[in-house]
């Protein structure tokens, strides 16, 4: 049975999803997006989905024609139409239908469109196992803080690490490392030190890098929003990424190289364990 998705106020078959050739979305990638966790049949964060998703809309002078809470209803509908006890739902917004133009028309009625995957997420072997991570220059434009759905130096990095045996791709750009194609970028120094990308232009602001602060601050784990190198990557002791569908994920290698022993370090367990615990105690 295929799945039942979301197209402009309707609920239709997958097979049935249509939206219009000249949608800005299709030819500009002029729109934005966001992917909330589900776990137990209950999303993950996702008050903190929508003020990333209303800030991206701001930025694009675009405004969502569904409240808060309809969009809520949405995300709760596709989940208990499909079934879904764990996975996600990817919500899209772009600025709607008009004639090929650069500039904005206003006066569009915005296109949104939302799905849901199922996936394995707290059962995660690579959180036991670790992952490679390979380095990529970062090639993006200048407002990677909007949620764009412009993602294709995303998919090149990423198909750039499937091809070289990693999971993930982390990006560079001036000897600093901004973050991965589809996750936030996270070290403990060599002096101990949590320490990640501060927020600004140069990087998403994730949604479960934003919780890790917290439970770094509540549980006095050290940190610092502060740039990194390549060369302090490659010299800490631990490294580990954050995404909305991975949550905590360690890295032991880059480019080959062993980061600390090449094992998951124990603050990168403990914070899974604290995210996993807190999600947990929200969603059952």
Known sequence: MSRLVYVDGGYVQEDEARISVFD??????????????????????????????????????????????????????????????????????????????????????????????????????????????????????????????SLLPQAMGKEFAKRHGAYEAWMVENDVVTEGTSSSAFIVDADGVLRTQPLGHQILPGVTRRAVLRLAEEHGVSFEERPFSLDELLSAREAFLTAASAFVLPVISIDGQNIGNGTPGPITRRFRELYLKECCQENF
């Open 24 to 149: 800005r979305g299709f030819l500009f990638a002029d729109g934005v997006y966001e992917v909330t966790a589900v776990v137990g049949g209950r999303m993950v964060d996702f008050d903190s989905h929508l003020s990333r998703l209303a800030r991206s809309l701001s930025a694009l002078d675009i405004v969502s024609p569904l409240t808060d809470r309809e969009l809520r209803v949405v995300h709760e509908k596709l989940i208990a139409r499909n079934n879904l006890d764990e996975g996600i739902v990817y919500l899209q917004l772009t600025r709607g239908v008009a004639d090929r133009e650069f500039a904005y028309p206003y006066g569009l009625t915005p296109t949104i469109v939302a799905f849901t995957q199922a996936k394995p997420l707290l059962d995660n072997p690579l959180a036991e196992s670790g992952v490679k991570v390979v380095m990529v220059p970062d090639i993006r434009w200048r407002r990677r803080d909007i949620k764009s759905i």
